[in-house]
């Protein structure tokens, strides 16, 4: 059974940092477009940052030039690096391994990010 696994999230004040990781089994990680996505209460869930297998990388806007994506193949992990972490980046953050032909989309159980003073 496939499985990711995210850690490292928790409470940090305005300003602070944060890492959060990403460990995937039972896939070819090397193959899979990794991802993280965000969900915050009464919200849609949506991308915040993404690396195809290429480590071409792509993020939202509202996290652009705050956080960086990584991956390390070696140890089939991704990585989300977050500073300047503002109250809006408050949500629960959710790893996506996803790619195609055949298509296979598969998530994190999700770990909370919680910005506050």
């Known amino acids: 059974q496939v499985q990711l696994v995210e850690s490292g999230g928790g409470l940090v004040q305005p300003g602070g940092s944060l890492s959060l990781a990403c460990a995937a089994s039972?896939?070819?990680?090397?193959?899979?477009?990794m991802g993280w996505y965000r969900q915050a209460p009464g919200k849609e869930r949506e991308l915040v940052a993404e690396?195809?297998?290429?480590?071409?990388?792509n993020y939202a806007d509202s996290v652009q030039g705050r956080f960086a994506i990584t991956r390390d193949n070696a140890k089939n992990t991704v990585y989300l690096q977050m500073n300047s972490l503002i109250p809006e980046d408050t949500a629960v953050y959710l790893c996506?391994?996803?790619?195609?032909?055949?298509?296979?989309?598969?998530w994190g159980q999700g770990a909370q990010v919680t910005v506050s003073s």
């Open positions: 690396i195809d297998v290429l480590g071409n990388t």
């Open positions: 996506n391994a996803r790619r195609w032909r055949p298509y296979v989309d598969y």
């Open positions: 039972r896939i070819t990680f090397s193959t899979y477009k």
